[in-house]
């Protein structure tokens, strides 16, 4: 895997404790974005973080017995009480996530930081915040999006994050069967630098690879951006390790198995509610010999939304796949802008402030990426090929797919210059069968746009199609705006309204973001009030003291 | 899908009641495997089932008042209390159960039989189940070979056998997404006919699948001949209906979500014990319209099996792939009997009665199938072909594949023949990790030559792999010996040994046959105390009292 995101290219990681990276892989808002959204009435209006030593916290409550106890079982130097700690910790990286921190307020921050060395340490802990009734918040990246890292805090019970950072080997490898053992604390770039030192690769990389972990990709289901090749998170998995308050719980014994429910499939997507994921057993496969990234054009969304059902439905996905539709190709976030060359698509700029792509008849921007063995690769990209040409797509110049995979990791960066800029961008995802994506799509669209518009924040909902399946595939919608004075709120608004027109058209509430507290208020339309009881009663069996991430996942 | 079975062949399907198929689809052991079964030592002697009105059935218990109240749900035409239905109900068909049906021994036969005519109607059976505390056992195809229609049978308690046959509608098809809704009580054989009246099929076709539902498949996790291809049944799965005794429960708004744990995973595999399959939304594909099937000779076991993974490794599965170890391709069953022709493997015999194929140096027989698309099949099949061929396979005769495939469905015929001789013939499977499959294989075959070789029962144990994963495979042992004294004592033994050896090997204790009662012992070790925890919390929040399927899966 060559790793091409920012922060790779600048030495330290570290990000900032308010954004996305480390500092030195920032950049101001380019030009050409900065025009762009002038003409569309997005006002740009400067807004620096506070300095850290202005971050409001409230103050740490976590008792001096529990403190020593839980260093006696992780050792002192891993029980972190100081504020820049517990400020790292504090909430995850959705867009009101970052404007809170950047105002300074971390209200939401955990009382103490624990780094546990292994799965037998994380046993004890949890053992212990049962009995004392702490609060414990599995922490992996920190990369949520959905509020997954900010429980409910029951009054006087001190919340401790628990950071799995320690919990970073790769464990054995099993090349015949292909499959290898990844600490839950693993971050994206560090598991496939450890495999590539035995030639091999888990190809899972979603955006936010540079700084999730093993652990949280398997926590929240997360689906990469080559999903369409290498599969979902969730489909990697083949075994897991987990610690929970009631003991130790390891699954898989074989790729499938009829011995009841697939409760591998239960701890997937179990939002560290039922307990902490300390290792995952993951297929790998060996290192890509051939990397080819495309780039096309096709007349319009609705086309290509057909094409890419047609190579889903017949067996001939590409590794990674993504049709950007007319205002995300005019918005430029499908063909990232390259370093000292012109924007790719700053567009004739007619828009009005709701639809960027009014009036425009480019085409759509499609993206098509294969990795493998060489003649395979190849093969499978001239019968793409053939099948979006047959359609009406017309090949881009040879630097398309080039840009597009440069710039992969590129969007939350992106969203720190905007933020510098006073200007407000969010994602959001769905995802949903074939026959129901058309009007998914223009049913959330007309929300995210009738709710902001309404406010009169001048919004740009972009939405791209990726991770393909058979039967269908996943809206992933991007919307820039102005802040307004109450940027949190209006965008709870218009999220409400996109989730809300989200069940209506028979979509999932997320395919790969999860719940956490922000989509909660959907999971019953989704799951269904059995489902949630079912939750429920899992979570009392596995951790009744209700000490794991309260109010995540489960109410 | 071409239908091959036998049934199929004959006009009416109605199964004889103390076996498997047609009484006309019936044939005696062919002289060649008699001969050969005579020559390891297989004594035969001739053993008919008792008439029907010899058949020793307990007093049905059901109260008049409880068989009023269903007839008032479901209509006093279907609800049967008379022997016949009680005894096509009684128990699977596992070869345990065949022996005790044929003895006359129908101990275990409900009480009562019901035929609801939906989801509706089973929702109100499951609450006057509840309310009268009558045990409700969901009744498919009545194939189970694990114990699944045995629960356990609470003093006092009337057991009902609740039979989905009018559950047998094709619903809504949805040629875009590529899904249809499909009734639980359809059999293999109708819903593929249904499917073909829209140019569509399922593709799942497993042993059972002449009389297996489409209920049964979900709720024990089936996996069919050409899993390699089409995918298990659970992958296939992409929505559920369920009855519980609590209320509805539908899942399945998208391919994939992020929602929290896929809950439609903890429905399949539930043998009936959390609610009633009432419909699965399911993905279909177009009929095929190509189909190959090969015949191959591998020099060994171990050489086929590496061959198997590099092919699954390298993501060329056939869609049917199948390798008989030395003893099952001396054996026949690799290549069953033409009509009128030769046997195709009778071999040289110099078995011991432990090993059939001791001193043989025939190599191994490999099935590969192909169904799909015309070029596709072909270029798939070539390069498989590629593959085997460089690996020192060796292509036999071109009817070897078309060979196999007409016999596809004959093993539980050929077994009630067998059994008509007095000999025993029993099947299991397991499944691993590529890495642990030969230890695995070692490890079984040598707990079941032990344990029936110490009862004087001269067994011969045959293997195939078939289920191919990127990881790992399934290993299918057929087992055919004397009856001796005590058959089903002495398969207890076996059954016994073999679960312990696929435990101690690392192996599941089922790949897709399921749980029932016979595989509790080891769904500890296979699922963790604090798995078995999980099922029991989700049984008392579906069922809470208890009518399901009582210690069928969950203790």
Redesign the interface.
């Known amino acids: 895997m060559t790793s091409t995101g920012q922060a790779r290219r600048t030495g330290s990681t570290e990000p900032v404790w308010w954004g996305w990276g480390p500092a030195s892989a920032h950049e101001p808002l380019p030009d050409e974005v900065r025009g762009l959204l002038a003409r569309l009435g997005i006002p740009a209006r400067p807004t620096a973080p506070v300095p850290l030593d202005q971050v409001r916290l409230p103050p740490a409550r976590l008792p001096v017995v529990a403190r020593e106890a839980l260093a006696t079982i992780v050792g002192s130097g891993h029980v972190h009480t100081h504020d820049e700690a517990r400020i790292r910790h504090c909430r995850g990286r959705s867009t009101t996530d970052l404007l809170r921190l950047r105002a300074g307020d971390a209200g939401a921050a955990p009382d103490a930081v624990v780094l546990p060395a292994d799965h037998d340490e994380v046993l004890a802990v949890l053992r212990l915040a049962s009995r004392e009734r702490i609060v414990v918040v599995p922490f992996g990246g920190g990369t949520s999006v959905v509020g997954g890292l900010e429980p409910a805090r029951p009054a006087e019970r001190p919340v401790v994050a628990l950071d799995l950072a320690r919990l970073d080997a790769l464990g054995r490898v099993?090349r015949?069967?292909?499959?290898a053992e990844l600490g839950a604390g693993l971050r994206g770039p560090r598991a496939e630098a450890l495999l590539a030192e035995h030639g091999l690769s888990l190809g899972h990389v979603p955006q936010s690879w540079e700084y999730a972990t093993i652990g949280g990709f398997a926590a929240?289901?997360?689906?990469g951006q080559a999903s369409a090749g290498y599969g979902?998170f969730?489909e990697l998995v083949?075994g897991l390790r987990v610690a929970?308050p009631?003991?130790?719980?390891?699954?898989g014994?074989?790729?499938?198995?009829?011995?009841?429910?697939?409760?591998r499939?239960?701890?997937?997507?179990?939002?560290g509610a039922f307990g902490v994921i300390t290792q995952v057993v993951a297929?790998v496969r060996p290192l890509p010999a051939r990397r080819i990234f495309e780039g096309w054009s096709v007349p319009d969304f609705a086309t290509g939304t057909r094409l890419l059902?047609t190579l889903a439905?017949?067996?001939l996905r590409p590794t990674v796949c993504r049709l950007s539709d007319e205002t995300e190709t005019v918005g430029g976030l499908a063909r990232p802008p390259r370093p000292g060359g012109p924007a790719a698509a700053t567009g004739s700029g007619s828009g009005t402030g709701t639809d960027l792509a009014d009036g425009l008849t480019g085409g759509c921007h499609l993206v098509t990426g294969y990795e493998g063995?060489a003649p395979?690769v190849e093969r499978r990209a001239a019968e793409v090929a053939g099948v979006l040409l047959a359609g009406g797509a017309r090949r881009l110049d040879a630097a398309a797919g080039p840009d597009w995979e440069r710039g992969r990791f590129r969007a939350p960066y992106l969203r720190d210059a905007l933020l510098d800029q006073g200007i407000f961008a969010e994602t959001l995802e769905?995802?949903?069968?074939?026959?129901?994506l058309p009007a998914l799509y223009a049913g959330v669209r007309a929300a995210l746009i009738g709710s902001l518009g309404a406010a009169q924040l001048s919004p740009v909902v972009m939405c791209h199609i990726s991770?393909l399946?058979?039967?269908?595939?996943?809206l992933y919608f991007t919307v820039v705006c102005a802040q307004g004075v109450d940027p949190i709120g209006s965008w709870r608004a218009a999220k409400t309204a996109a989730g809300d027109a989200i069940v209506a058209a028979?979509?999932?509430?997320?395919?790969?973001?999860?719940?956490g507290t922000e989509?909660r208020p959907?999971?019953d339309a989704?799951?269904?009030?059995?489902?949630v009881?079912?939750?429920?009663?899992?979570k009392?069996?596995?951790d009744p003291a209700g000490i794991l991430n309260p109010g995540i996942?489960v109410a």
């Open positions: 099993d015949e069967s292909g499959t929240t289901r997360s689906s979902r969730d083949v929970t009631v003991g130790s719980w390891e699954l014994r074989a790729p499938a198995s009829a011995a009841g429910p697939d409760l499939e239960l701890l997937l997507g179990s939002e297929r059902r439905a017949g067996d063995a395979a769905t995802a949903g069968f074939w026959a129901t991770h399946y058979a039967t269908g595939a996943s028979g979509g999932t509430i997320t395919h790969h973001h999860a719940v989509h959907w999971l989704e799951i269904g009030g059995l489902g009881d079912v939750l429920r009663a899992v009392r069996t596995l996942l």
